[in-house]
Every structure is written in structure tokens, then in C-alpha cells.
């Protein structure tokens, strides 16, 4: 085999232009070859095979690239050959960039539809419902939309006529959880709509004042430090973790509990319009609360007994509210708004039916065929879903006892 030896500028200067056309190679650099031309142009090119064809690249004229230059030029072609891209495509990329098509409002939409019907946690009734809402209320003023121009300021036009409605609530937890999805999947830099709740009203909360799930580390804070009693204190924290009502939770019995099915169960006339009973799915985290109250009140009936006579009754309702208004939370969240808590951090979890979840804040299913099938096979979710909310409770204590 002969040796093909290096090209130099002065082998490259002494080539002499003929009638006819015909190649140097270099002995150096693999591929790389000077075509010199009877147009007295010398021109340096890149041979290489890909997909079973042989290719050759134009380089550029010498000396305006000099042989130095063009060894570079090969190397790197030659790189990406043996990384299974093809040069001429590659320089094709650059010399004619396509410009990157933006994702519209209305694409990552579908993209989060499709995404939560292939994983099946949700009925697909339950996720086209809410895609629906999406469509009907959204599409119609923001479908083309960039997701990258989405703010609250693009989003007004469509939202702010929806002011005040349960239907801006359920949009603005779709909204929330496209955007984290687009988030997720680095389509964007960061979810513009994490406090889409702060911007747009859904409900004027006179009655129930409440604070966004973000918020609950602050409150265990401010609990830690106050000189509230440990028992009110454990109240506060189980009417979280139970999510009942005031008067149902500090009625609770010892009675009521049952310890190996890790469940609670509130007989019919003492739920609110006394005509169903509730039972609860009792969490890590709930039955802790419960266990600190042994110390206390574990010889009595109520497990939430009164600490001033007569001490065979169960607490006020009103005494979670009292406490909150003197930790400083007045008119920023009452008892019945730690319900509220609880159900929006699960809705916008995006993890569970809202049926179910609707269960575990015993609102009531229409129907006899209805709560048979909820009580028979819901119970198993909503075990899921009370864990899931300890969870994050106790992650928003620690959070408060780091700060």
C-alpha cells in the first residue's frame, strides 16, 4: 500500500494546474484532500463514507483557509461521523437554522389531557370534563398563545369574566397544573401560575378566610412560639389532618376509633344534618395527634375534653378559632378554612379523583346506588389520599422547625 504522505504549504504552493482536474491527499489528517482545479482554484475538501455512500464537503478555497484550519475543519467532520451524524446535515443545520416552533397554550392543554388519560389515575369522564372547561372558557381568547407569553396579564382576557365562579376555581387548578407540567418537561423556565388563586378570585371568603397549602409552615411556626396549650394546639393540627368540621372534630370519642383499621367512625348524630355517618381513614399523622392526646384525656369520653368544668364534655367547637385569633390570624384563616386547605392542595395535586376527595370532606354523593359504591370502593383511595395529606403536613412542620 503506498504512504500518503503529509501535506505542507510548500507541497500545497508547488502543485501545478493541468487541463485536467485531480486531488492531493493528506497523509495526516484522514479525508481531508486538495482538489486543484483548471481554473487555477485550489480547494480544500472532506471525504467520508455515511449510510453507505461516500460524501465529500467543500471546505473552502487555499490559502484563504490555510492547511492548519482545514485539518481542524476535518477533524471535527470526521468526529461527528463517528458520532452517526452526517456533516453535510449538520453544516445544512447551522448555515440554515429552523426556527424552533413555539408550544401554544392550547398544544400543552391536549399535551396535559392526553398525559393524565395514559396514566389512568383519574376517570377519563372526570379529565375530559376538565379539558372541556379549559376549551370552552380559554380557547376561544388564548388557544394560539405561546406557553412561554403566558402570564396573568395575557391570561386577564379570558379570566377575569369568570370572576367570583366555582368554574374559575376548577379552570384556575387546570391552569396551575398545565403550566407545572410545562414546567416539568423544561418547556418553560419556570410556572408563572403557581398563586393563580392570590390573582384570580374564584370565592369572596367572608365567611371562611383561609390561607394557600404554601402557607401552613408559617402557621406551625407561629404555633410553635405562641403559648397556646399543647391539647388546643394537637386540635388544631387534627382538625388539619382529619379535615371534619369544628363541631364534629372535638366531639370525637375514644369510642369512635378504631385502632387496627386505623379508621374513625362518627355515628350519623354527629355529623352535620345528622342523617349519614362518616368514617375516616386515620393517617400516620393523625393517629400521632391521637397518641399525644392519651397523655391527656385517655381515661375520658371525649378525646378533646373541656379543661375547665364540668370535665365530662367534649372542647367548644369555637376553640380552634379562638386560638387562631390570638396567634395574630384573625380574618386570615379560621377553623372551617383548614378544610379548605387541605382541598386545595389535593385537587391541584392532580393525584386523586375528585370524587374521592370529596368523600373525605364528607360531602354528600347523591344516590343509594351512589354511596354503596362510594363506601365499598372508594375506601382504599381515600386511605391513599389522607396519607398523602399527612404527608405533607408533617413536611410543613419540619419545615417550620428548621426556619
Known sequence: MKLIKPLTDSTIQSLKFKDKEFRKYDGKESGLFIRVMPSKRKTFYFEYRFARKVKKIKLGDYPTLSLTNARDIAREYRGLVFRNIDPLAYRESLLNPVEEKKITFA????????????????????????????????????????????????????????????????????????????????????????????????????????????????????????????????????????????????????????????????????????????????????????????????????????????????????????????????????????????????HELDRFSSESIELCLSHENRGKVRKAYDKSKKWKSRQAIMQCWGDYVEQCKLEAMKA
Not at 379543661?307 to 378559632?321: E, F, K, W
Request: aromatic share 8%; hydrophobic share 40%.
Open 107 to 346: 398544544e400543552m392543554a391536549m399535551k396535559w389531557r392526553d398525559k393524565r388519560l395514559k396514566l389512568g389515575k383519574l376517570k377519563a369522564q372526570t379529565v375530559n370534563e376538565a379539558f372541556r372547561r379549559v376549551e370552552l372558557h380559554l380557547f376561544p381568547k388564548i388557544a394560539s398563545l405561546p406557553i412561554d407569553e403566558a402570564n396573568y396579564e395575557t391570561f386577564a382576557p379570558a379570566l377575569s369574566p369568570l370572576k367570583n365562579s366555582n368554574t374559575l376555581y376548577k379552570i384556575n387548578i387546570a391552569i396551575n397544573q398545565i403550566f407545572r407540567m410545562a414546567e416539568d418537561e423544561n418547556l418553560i423556565a419556570k410556572n408563572p401560575f403557581r398563586k393563580i388563586h392570590d390573582e384570580f378570585t374564584y370565592v369572596e371568603t367572608k365567611n371562611h378566610p383561609t390561607i394557600p397549602p404554601e402557607e401552613l409552615p408559617h402557621l406551625f411556626k407561629v404555633l410553635q412560639n405562641s403559648d397556646i396549650k399543647k391539647p388546643t394546639v394537637l386540635l388544631i393540627e387534627w382538625q388539619l389532618l382529619s379535615i371534619l368540621r369544628s363541631s364534629e372534630a372535638v366531639t370525637i370519642e375514644w369510642a369512635d376509633i378504631d385502632w387496627e383499621a386505623k379508621a374513625l367512625h362518627i355515628p350519623a348524630e354527629r355529623m352535620k344534618g345528622g342523617k349519614r355517618a362518616h368514617s375516616v381513614p386515620l393517617s400516620s399523622q393523625a393517629l400521632n395527634v391521637l397518641e399525644q392526646m392519651r397523655r391527656y384525656t385517655g381515661n375520658r369520653k371525649y378525646v378533646f375534653c373541656s379543661r375547665v368544668a364540668p370535665y365530662n364534655r367534649p372542647m367548644n367547637s369555637g376553640a380552634a378559632n379562638v386560638a387562631l385569633k390570638r396567634i395574630g390570624f384573625k380574618d386570615l384563616l379560621v377553623a372551617h378554612g383548614l378544610r379548605s386547605i387541605a382541598s386545595t392542595y389535593l
